[in-house]
């Protein structure tokens, strides 16, 4: 039963597509707040590489350890955000080129890779790792048991996270006014909102989450450091974040169905059905392009939630 | 680095038992001493003591396993009008792959070591197989280097070409098929060590369930899965491996995922060919499952589930043959070496391999040593029911380079490519 194909597909997607998520969501703060991040593939890659460090040179206990980890990677992803929200909020650069910057700088060819080497990162593989967990002794359950008791703790912190994020947007006076900086800065400036300080922080906020992200992938999915290891992700999750409509819980399903494209190909390959790993590996990528060209349409801008001033930097005495 | 002393004794042993197989096989003699002390003079990085043979480095470098391409190969010099012999080495990963790549830079310190000022080497790593190769050997002959090693096979025809272009530098490919007058090619009898690594993992078997996870569907690669799926079945009669192909040397987070799916379909034991990185070995352990692994020995690692593994010493060629350049007497030609003179070893045993299994896998080690690929010997059918060699017969070492089938035991076919 266990071993049911789409109990092992749905298994695979949900934890091949977290750290999809928490980039995606950090894409949804940073995005809510009018900046576009093209960095995030960078950011990831930077949490990666520090979250790794930290597992192998953090003592005390392997949990404790692990959480440093968790947070040192975040607040890498944090500060690789940092200079991008300088760059876009307060120098008011090309928000465009200005992400596109941050990958190339940090990304795989960049600093990720110049820190794993300095640091001797790769050297050795991860021991103290974000696990599989077996929650309630449920893991071999049959079906919900690899699919929802077999995940490790960041999806289930993922999980909490989607109902957190849609309450803060939604339901708050602090998400009301980040969606207003998003749309209409001008406005929210009118209104006593400090546009600054909104897109600093969610900003800096999406830039932790993409090194969450990262962290999961030096942690999680293979506890080794490579170069270059997120091969892609950051763009998938930038593509998320329109898929998802800027909104958290569509954004989770988008995740898991991106994950289990992911997976596809070595769990047929397994099951030796005939199929072309070459266009199997190239769906995601595919699918990036069908999402962004169907959204990107009038009507989906219209209707659909892109934030209004995404993009453009504010600037006070241009009206 | 790893346990380099018990590696140490077993090529110590290997080239004892080296010395006598050639003894008996009356091959020319005069080559003997030269070809035996080169393994033992390359461990003189690996040791923290300079071994007794450093001063005496494979004179006349004359390489057991080495035939120049053509009786009236030309010799060529390669040798610099000043300063020391500068050689580079071409790396398709990065250095610290954790298998590879990495297993090609020890052995270019190896040889540095060994030289010492005499050769000088350098590397590029993470180099992709494709138009860059031809770049990078044109800045690194720019810079001087008059010996380029290549180390994936994809960067032959780069290599070729530059070859061509460049009459005066030698050029030292691994893993290929293609030679000219500055061309060769060098390699070794892997499949000898992935049958014994092979044997590890049948017997490692409950279910008769063994998954492996492969590269690219080439003779190398299909050698080697062939010989380690012959080798679970010598310890284990009626398993069968399911062979997941990734389509590339070097992508851990996807060799992991391929694993993990031969976990998920119920594969108890698994292993890899023609992969770069431990990522198998890590979705072994987090699953608990025991792993042969290839190209290093990962026992220090990943200790709780290691079998065993093909590993691979490429300065037992290098040495001898930068030897030949700094004596003027280089050639080109092909090199295949084996448990013999120590090119390719069998990684140290983990707890998981029986003492039982240890006896016979020494058996075997023993007649592979005396008779490289005679593993290979029919009756052999593919896994299509197809015979492929009658009882008695072996392949020629053109048709094991060239192999093109799946023997019977694998599941699954050769993907198209």
């Given at each position: 039963?266990?071993?049911?194909?789409?109990?092992?597909?749905?298994?695979?997607?949900?934890?091949?597509g977290?750290?999809?998520?928490?980039?995606?969501?950090?894409?949804?703060?940073?995005?809510?707040?009018?900046?576009?991040?093209?960095g995030?593939?960078?950011?990831?890659?930077?949490?990666?590489?520090?979250?790794?460090w930290?597992?192998?040179?953090v003592?005390?206990?392997?949990?404790?350890?692990?959480?440093?980890?968790?947070?040192?990677g975040?607040?890498?992803?944090?500060l690789t955000?940092?200079?991008?929200?300088?760059?876009c909020?307060?120098?008011?650069?090309?928000?465009?080129?200005?992400?596109?910057?941050?990958?190339?700088?940090?990304?795989?060819?960049?600093?990720?890779?110049?820190?794993?080497?300095i640091?001797?990162?790769?050297?050795?593989?991860?021991?103290?790792?974000v696990?599989?967990?077996?929650?309630?002794?449920?893991?071999d359950a049959?079906?919900v048991?690899?699919?929802?008791f077999?995940?490790?703790?960041?999806t289930?912190?993922s999980?909490v996270?989607?109902?957190?994020a849609?309450?803060?947007?939604?339901?708050?006076?602090?998400?009301?006014?980040?969606?207003a900086?998003?749309?209409?800065?001008?406005?929210?400036?009118?209104?006593?909102?400090?546009?600054?300080?909104?897109?600093?922080?969610?900003?800096?906020?999406?830039?932790?989450?993409?090194?969450?992200?990262g962290v999961?992938?030096?942690?999680a999915?293979?506890?080794?450091?490579?170069?270059?290891?997120?091969?892609?992700a950051g763009w998938?999750?930038?593509a998320?974040v329109?898929?998802?409509?800027?909104?958290?819980?569509?954004t989770?399903?988008?995740?898991y169905?991106?994950?289990?494209?992911?997976?596809?190909?070595?769990?047929?390959?397994?099951?030796?059905?005939?199929?072309?790993?070459d266009?199997?590996?190239?769906?995601p990528?595919f699918?990036?392009?069908?999402?962004?060209?169907?959204?990107?349409t009038?009507?989906?801008?219209r209707?659909?939630?892109a934030?209004?001033?995404?993009?453009?930097?504010?600037e006070?005495?241009e009206? | 680095?790893l346990s380099?002393?018990?590696?140490?004794l077993?090529?110590?042993?290997v080239?004892?038992l080296?010395?006598g197989l050639?003894?008996?096989?009356?091959?020319?003699?005069s080559s003997?001493?030269?070809?035996?002390?080169?393994p033992?003079?390359?461990?003189?990085?690996?040791g923290?003591?300079a071994?007794?043979?450093?001063?005496?480095?494979a004179?006349?470098a004359t390489l057991?396993?080495f035939?120049?391409?053509?009786a009236?190969a030309?010799?060529?010099?390669?040798?610099?009008?000043?300063?020391?012999l500068?050689?580079?080495?071409?790396?398709?990963?990065p250095?610290?792959?954790?298998?590879?790549?990495?297993q090609?830079?020890v052995?270019?310190?190896?040889?540095?070591?060994?030289?010492g000022g005499a050769?000088?080497?350098?590397?590029?790593?993470n180099v992709?197989?494709?138009?860059?190769?031809?770049q990078?050997?044109?800045d690194?002959?720019?810079?001087?280097?008059t010996?380029?090693?290549g180390?994936?096979?994809?960067?032959?025809?780069?290599?070729?070409?530059?070859?061509?272009?460049h009459?005066?530098?030698?050029?030292?490919?691994?893993?290929?098929f293609?030679?000219?007058?500055?061309?060769?090619q060098?390699?070794?009898?892997?499949?000898?060590?992935?049958f014994?690594?092979?044997?590890?993992?049948?017997?490692?078997?409950?279910?008769?369930k063994?998954?492996?996870?492969?590269s690219?569907?080439?003779?190398?690669?299909l050698?080697?899965?062939?010989a380690?799926?012959?080798?679970?079945r010598?310890?284990?009669?009626?398993?069968?491996?399911?062979?997941?192909?990734?389509?590339?040397?070097f992508?851990?987070?996807?060799?992991r995922?391929?694993?993990?799916?031969?976990i998920?379909e119920?594969?108890?034991?698994?292993?890899?060919?023609?992969?770069?990185s431990?990522?198998?070995?890590?979705?072994?352990?987090?699953?608990?499952?025991?792993?042969?692994g290839?190209?290093?020995?990962?026992?220090?690692?990943?200790?709780?589930?290691w079998l065993?593994?093909?590993?691979?010493?490429?300065?037992?060629?290098?040495?001898?043959?930068?030897?030949a350049?700094?004596?003027?007497?280089?050639?080109?030609?092909n090199?295949?070496g084996?448990?013999?003179?120590?090119f390719v070893?069998?990684?140290?045993?983990?707890?998981?391999?029986?003492?039982?299994?240890?006896?016979a896998?020494?058996?075997?080690?023993?007649?592979?040593?005396?008779?490289?690929?005679?593993?290979?010997?029919?009756p052999?059918?593919?896994?299509?029911?197809?015979e492929?060699?009658?009882?008695?017969?072996?392949?020629?070492?053109?048709?094991?380079?060239?192999?093109?089938?799946?023997?019977?035991?694998v599941?699954?076919?050769?993907?198209?490519?």
């Open positions: 039963m266990n071993s049911n194909i789409f109990v092992i597909i749905a298994s695979s997607a949900i934890f091949y977290t750290p999809l998520f928490f980039a995606a969501l950090g894409g949804i703060f940073t995005e809510r707040s009018g900046v576009l991040n093209l995030v593939e960078g950011t990831m890659l930077l949490g990666g590489v520090s979250g790794a930290a597992s192998q040179h003592p005390g206990s392997a949990w404790f350890t692990v959480l440093a980890a968790i947070i040192i975040m607040a890498a992803g944090a955000s940092t200079l991008l929200a300088i760059l909020v307060t120098l008011r650069t090309n928000q465009t080129v200005a992400g596109l910057a941050i990958t190339i700088f940090a990304g795989g060819v960049g600093l990720s890779s110049y820190f794993a080497n640091w001797k990162v790769a050297e050795a593989p991860v021991d103290r790792q696990r599989r967990l077996d929650v309630f002794g449920w893991a049959p079906v048991g690899p699919i929802l077999n995940q490790t703790i960041l289930y912190l999980w996270l989607v109902v957190l849609s309450v803060y947007l939604f339901r708050t006076r602090f998400g009301l006014q980040l969606r900086v998003g749309e209409s800065p001008q406005t929210a400036d009118a209104m006593g909102i400090n546009v600054v300080k909104y897109r600093y922080l969610h900003t800096i906020l999406g830039g932790a989450l993409a090194g969450l992200g999961y992938y030096s942690l999915i293979v506890p080794t450091w490579v170069d270059g290891m997120t091969k892609g998938i999750a930038i998320l329109i898929f998802g409509f800027w909104r958290p819980s569509i989770l399903i988008g995740a169905l991106f994950g289990a494209l992911q997976s596809l190909s070595s769990t047929l390959k397994a099951r030796n059905v005939q199929v072309s790993g266009v199997l590996d190239a769906l990528f699918m990036t392009i069908v999402v962004l060209v169907l959204v990107s009038r009507f989906a801008h209707r659909l939630g934030p209004a001033a995404l993009g453009f930097p504010y006070r005495e009206r | 680095m380099k002393t018990r590696g140490s077993g090529l110590a042993l080239a004892a080296g010395i050639v003894a008996c096989g009356g091959d020319d003699e003997e001493p030269a070809a035996t002390k080169a033992a003079a390359s461990e003189a990085p690996a923290s003591d071994p007794a043979g450093t001063d005496a480095p004179q006349g057991a396993n035939t120049p391409w053509s009236d030309p010799v060529i010099d390669c040798r610099p009008e000043e300063g020391p500068k050689a580079a080495w071409i790396y398709v990963g250095t610290n792959d954790g298998g590879w790549t990495q090609h830079d052995s270019r310190q190896a040889v540095q070591d060994h030289f050769v000088e080497t350098t590397y590029k790593e992709p197989e494709g138009p860059q190769v031809l990078t050997i044109e690194l002959i720019a810079d001087g280097n010996v380029i090693f180390t994936s096979f994809g960067f032959q025809d780069a290599f070729v070409e530059a070859a061509e272009a009459p005066d530098v030698c050029f030292e490919f691994a893993t290929g293609k030679g000219s007058d500055n061309l060769s060098f390699y070794g009898a892997a499949e000898d060590t992935d014994l690594a092979g044997m590890a993992a049948g017997a490692a078997s409950a279910t008769g063994l998954g492996m996870v492969a690219f569907p080439i003779g190398e690669v050698r080697g899965v062939n380690w799926t012959m080798g679970a010598m310890m284990n009669p009626d398993s069968t491996v399911n062979v997941v192909w990734v389509n590339s040397w992508d851990p987070p996807n060799e995922k391929a694993a993990e799916a031969l998920a119920g594969v108890d034991v698994l292993g890899q060919k023609g992969i770069d431990p990522a198998t070995g890590d979705a072994a352990k987090a699953a608990g499952v025991p792993w042969a290839y190209n290093a020995d990962q026992s220090a690692n990943y200790g709780d589930v065993t593994a093909t590993a691979y010493d490429w300065s037992i060629y290098q040495i001898p043959r930068l030897q350049i700094l004596d003027g007497a280089w050639v080109a030609g090199y295949y084996n448990l013999s003179d120590g070893t069998l990684a140290s045993f983990g707890d998981l391999v029986s003492e039982e299994t240890r006896a896998i020494a058996a075997e080690l023993e007649k592979l040593t005396a008779t490289p690929g005679s593993q290979f010997t029919g052999i059918n593919d896994n299509k029911g197809n492929v060699l009658a009882a008695g017969v072996s392949h020629t070492f053109e048709e094991l380079m060239s192999m093109a089938y799946l023997i019977e035991g599941i699954g076919d050769i993907p198209a490519s």
